[in-house]
């Protein structure tokens, strides 16, 4: 698998490419078990993650076998087979520290859903996104709960009904990525913001992912008062000065 796959920490931060180019940036159930393990080991060593994927497209789906519409067996084998990708979909959420998505051409299926779960998505100017499940009769609700956070109801019906492809301004104005740059500049943008986090106070690093990924289920009270408790307890820390 470490042929598929690039794992290597530069500084504060840790750089996972998918390398298969080959195949459009393909990812199996395998893959996406040992990618979900990286972003965890990544968590307890570096400060930041930068996921992105060799070649012409980000990622253009999910390898599903020698057949991809054989139904299965029954439910629960059926269940089973998906908890790898749910598993993998939920390293992005429970990670403490932020992942910057680099997406460059098509981002399909299951790249769209990634591209959405990175905490930051840059996109070049030609990318694409779509979910296009239903044009295969495969319900697309794994899919879709990897957006349910990220993008709002009329963004995530349109993908999934429409199953038709949006360009990367489009994209930004749903919320799926967080900024679109020409192709040439991808590379560059994604640096600025790892200079960025390199700079800033671990403290600060995690403490704003970890508000991001729990104040969005509180109500506005709620969300104020663990910002101000959590702008106490890390502007306080002697480590904010280290």
């Known amino acids: 698998m470490s042929n598929f796959i690039l794992n290597e920490r530069k500084g504060d931060g840790t750089y996972i490419t998918v390398n298969r180019a080959d195949v459009n940036g393909i990812v199996s159930d395998e893959m996406a078990g040992e990618l979900a393990g990286m972003i965890d080991a990544a968590g307890k060593v570096s400060k930041f993650i930068v996921y992105r994927s060799a070649g012409a497209d980000f990622c253009i789906g999910r390898d599903r076998g020698a057949n991809p519409y054989a139904p299965p067996k ?11 990708i749910f598993g993998f ?10 992942v910057i998505g680099a997406v460059q051409g ?7 859903a990634v591209a959405a779960l990175c905490d930051i998505t840059i996109a070049s100017d030609d990318a694409r996104f779509a979910l296009p499940e239903m044009g295969h009769n495969i319900m ?15 963004g995530i019906m349109y993908l999934t009904y429409s199953t038709r492809e949006i360009d990367a301004a489009t994209a930004l104005g ?4 967080s900024l679109m740059v020409p192709r040439a500049k991808l590379e560059e943008e994604v640096e600025h913001v790892t200079k960025a986090l390199t700079k800033a106070p671990l403290p600060a690093v995690l403490a704003a992912k970890e508000y991001a990924g729990v104040a969005l289920n509180m109500d506005v009270r709620s969300a104020s008062a663990y910002a101000k408790n959590l702008h106490a ?3 306080t820390s002697p480590r904010m000065r280290e």
């Open 174 to 177: 749903y919320g799926l990525v």
């Open 233 to 235: 307890t890390i502007n």
């Open 140 to 154: 697309p609700t794994i899919a879709m709960s990897a957006l349910v956070d990220r993008v709002g109801r009329k």
């Open 106 to 112: 098509r981002a399909l299926g299951f790249g769209c």
């Open 74 to 84: 029954e439910a629960l084998q059926f269940r089973e087979n998906s908890e790898t």
């Open 89 to 98: 979909y939920d390293a992005f959420r429970r990670s403490p520290i932020p």
